[in-house]
Nanobody
């Protein structure tokens, strides 16, 4: 059974940093691309960043240069390092297996001004 568990969210001041983690189980993690999405209040869920099985990365324009996605296959974990956070980054962040697979339960990120 595939399970994705996010952690690391919280309340941070604008300009601060957070690192989100997503621990996966029930899959051969190293074979799979992983993605981070977010959903702000009243808005649709949007893609944020992705990392391939070979560790190639891609980012939404809104986070490029501020967020970094990475993976540790030995720990079956994907990370999202978020720097220079803005109020508009406030959202529930979700990790996803590939682009059609399972979702995690989400972790809340709140950026205060």
């Amino acid at each position: 059974q595939v399970q994705l568990v996010e952690s690391g969210g919280g309340l941070v001041q604008a300009g601060g940093s957070l690192r989100l983690s997503c621990a996966a189980s029930g899959i051969i993690f190293s074979f799979n691309a992983m993605n981070w999405y977010r959903q702000a209040p009243g808005k649709q869920r949007e893609w944020v960043a992705g990392i391939s099985s070979g560790s190639s990365t891609n980012y939404a324009d809104s986070v490029k240069g501020r967020f970094t996605i990475s993976r540790d296959n030995a720990k079956n974990t994907v990370y999202l390092q978020m720097n220079s956070l803005k109020a508009e980054d406030t959202a529930v962040f979700y990790c996803r297996l590939g682009v059609t697979g399972n979702w995690g339960q989400g972790t809340q990120v709140t950026v205060s001004t």
